[in-house]
């Protein structure tokens, strides 16, 4: 989204909380910990987010996993349901893969390897989460308008609920 489309989007079209719906008991990573609590941060201090064709933001989400989908449960500053939104995985299947391997190399590196060996790493994980925001930007296209950055966050929230349900 150009700067000059973010200047017309309505303020209150953004999301005011986010939820992740766990039924998973296994605890997490200290760095999945720490990627799900930064996203849901830096979505909640910035975030474009709007419902086409439902009563206008802010928003409250809750994203979850059922019966091979992705699930957008939207509702309204009152906590009243506006809407669910359910997204097919196949499409992200690859990406979450490519994302999980990135991010494993990236954290050895963090601990292990010279500045010089994380930087390319770095990018590569930033390529990785571009291709899959667009892929998340594409599939909600007239069910969820999103800008690119928050696109980003989302699928770092959805890459963190995959993480939950891998095999240890």
């Given at each position: 989204?150009?700067?000059?489309?973010?200047?017309?989007?309505?303020e209150?079209?953004?999301?005011?909380d986010?939820?992740?719906?766990?039924?998973l008991?296994?605890?997490?990573?200290?760095?999945?910990?720490?990627?799900?609590?930064?996203?849901?941060?830096?979505?909640?201090?910035?975030n474009?987010?709007?419902?086409?064709?439902?009563?206008?933001?802010?928003?409250?989400?809750?994203?979850?996993?059922?019966?091979?989908r992705?699930?957008?449960?939207?509702?309204?500053?009152?906590?009243?349901?506006?809407?669910?939104?359910?997204?097919?995985?196949?499409?992200?299947?690859?990406?979450?893969?490519?994302?999980?391997?990135?991010?494993?190399?990236?954290?050895?590196?963090?601990?292990?390897?010279?500045?010089?060996?994380?930087?390319?790493?770095?990018?590569?994980?930033?390529?990785?989460?571009?291709?899959?925001?667009?892929?998340?930007?594409?599939?909600?296209?007239?069910?969820?308008?999103?800008?690119?950055?928050?696109?980003?966050?989302?699928?770092?929230?959805?890459?963190v609920?995959?993480?939950?349900?891998?095999?240890?």
């Open positions: 989204m150009t700067d000059e489309a973010q200047e017309d989007w309505p209150t079209e953004r999301l005011i986010v939820t992740l719906h766990e039924a008991t296994r605890a997490r990573s200290r760095e999945v910990e720490h990627e799900r609590a930064v996203a849901i941060h830096d979505l909640l201090h910035e474009r987010f709007s419902v086409p064709g439902h009563m206008p933001g802010p928003y409250r989400l809750t994203l979850s996993l059922a019966e091979q992705l699930i957008f449960d939207i509702a309204n500053t009152a906590g009243e349901r506006l809407v669910i939104i359910g997204l097919a995985l196949s499409p992200f299947r690859r990406v979450v893969r490519d994302y999980f391997r990135i991010c494993e190399s990236y954290y050895d590196a963090i601990r292990n390897a010279p500045v010089y060996r994380i930087e390319p790493i770095d990018m590569a994980r930033r390529a990785i989460h571009d291709e899959a925001a667009t892929i998340l930007t594409q599939r909600l296209e007239g069910k969820i308008r999103v800008d690119h950055d928050t696109a980003r966050r989302l699928f770092t929230l959805i890459a609920l995959h993480w939950r349900g891998r095999p240890a």
